[in-house]
């Protein structure tokens, strides 16, 4: 009896087996390993045409494409760093730990319209320009806009007010 049980334990356990003599061989397809791991025998195999797994690049994006077994450079996806000039800039690199910290509440709407709409509507009132249903006579580009187009204004890139 203690033999069988012995041999259905034995059978029942799953091992991993990293050793080298075996070279990684048996257990390696089952995990995702990464370009720095692994044996030589396995980065070997990653270094042919046709990998097992396929190639961790770590985030970095290729600067061109394979064609015919040979890599084509293409000049437009090179990342270019544009960086301006500092030369005349009074900052300073460093945001000290004592400066004050900005607390500033949320833009609400009624800040939104005193912004952009009341001093037009004050400068109507006051100069008699406005109709008996209270409408410009004179009404500027944003007064003029349809809800639909200012909405697709409202999401277009580089909307921002301030």
């Not at 799953?14 to 980065?43: C, D, H, T, Y």
């Amino acid at each position: 009896m203690s033999k069988i049980s012995n041999l259905v334990n034995f059978i029942a356990k799953r091992n991993i087996s990293l050793s080298a003599p075996r070279e990684g061989k048996r257990n390696f397809r089952k995990f995702v390993v990464a370009n720095k791991r692994g044996s030589r025998f396995f980065k070997d195999r990653q270094s042919g045409p046709n990998p097992e797994l396929e190639v961790d690049k770590r985030g970095v994006r290729d600067i061109g494409y394979m064609l015919n077994g040979r890599f084509v450079k293409v000049p437009e996806m090179i990342p270019e760093l544009i960086v301006p000039d500092l030369k005349d800039c009074n900052l300073k690199p460093y945001v000290s730990y004592k400066a004050e910290d900005v607390i500033q509440s949320e833009f609400t709407p009624q800040q939104l319209f005193d912004a952009v709409y009341s001093k037009k509507i004050v400068i109507d009132y006051k100069q008699g320009k406005l109709n008996a249903d209270g409408q410009p006579l004179e009404p500027s580009e944003e007064e003029n806009l349809q809800p639909e187009e200012a909405v697709q204004r409202a999401k277009r890139t580089g909307s921002d007010i301030f």
